[in-house]
């Protein structure tokens, strides 16, 4: 074991131990705020809501004219992770400056955000599975992406969920729907919207919009490239889970 692969197991041991981290009284609270509010939305809304992010996510996620980088193969973590990084940065800078013109735009510019972020996240989750070697052609894995977008984007109680399936995922893949319409869609777009809420809701405010939607993009794909870094080291230390490059 090199010195970056231990780098790299101590920064994961403490990543997983974040994710298994019991709810604190403000997430408790958060939430309970949110799910107050989702009562009083009427069922129709969700629905159309549900619906509107499913299909958004399937042509971005599971469309066939969606092409993927070509693997990397017979690379060291220390190379693939230099690549993932910088990748990431890229991303960051791309998600800020969209931020900041659908922010500067008002409100209609500002709902604008929300499909073009979306893109940018996913286009991401592509390039990083690429890196570290595997085929997001694969359905199994564009399910695998699905599952690291919803960890980094959950409640405390939803993420050590996600979690528990991410961290033992060839297991977990045996239950899964072999149609992607049966996926829970609700659930995912639910805590989806209420985790960037509270983060993109100011981004609709005039004058402050640009700043607050730059900011904001920023993090959450810094937090998702966090994310997924530390899900592909687990499949990377996982021996029994080899790279699908078919």
Not at 156 to 174: G, H, I, P, T
């Amino acid at each position: 074991m090199d010195i970056y692969e231990k780098q790299v197991r101590f920064e994961l041991e403490i990543w997983q131990k974040a994710m298994i981290k019991d709810p604190s009284f403000a997430d408790i609270l958060s939430k309970k705020i949110q799910t107050r509010i989702n009562n009083v939305i009427p069922d129709k809304v969700h629905h159309a809501i549900t619906v509107t992010i499913q299909k958004m996510v399937q042509v971005v996620l599971f469309g066939s004219t969606y092409t993927s980088s070509k693997p990397l193969e017979s690379a060291s973590l220390q190379y693939r992770e230099a690549f993932v990084k910088r990748q990431i940065e890229i991303y960051k800078k791309t998600a800020s400056a969209e931020g900041a013109v659908t922010g500067a735009g008002g409100i209609l510019l500002g709902l604008a955000d929300f499909p073009l972020l979306l893109g940018i996240k996913i286009k991401l989750l592509f390039e990083i599975a690429a890196l570290y070697g595997y085929n997001a052609a694969d359905y199994r894995e564009r399910l695998y992406l699905l599952y690291v977008f919803q960890l980094a984007f959950s409640s405390r109680k939803r993420q050590k969920e996600v979690f528990s399936y991410v961290s033992e995922w060839d297991a977990y893949l045996e239950k899964l729907p072999a149609n992607v319409q049966d996926f829970d869609w609700r659930t995912f777009q639910q805590e989806y919207r209420d985790y960037i809420d509270l983060a993109k809701m100011a981004q609709l405010i005039p004058v402050i919009g640009a700043a607050v939607g730059a900011i904001a993009n920023y993090r959450l794909i810094d937090k998702l490239g966090i994310t997924a870094m530390n899900c592909y080291r687990i499949r990377e230390f996982s021996k029994d889970d080899p790279r699908k490059l078919a």
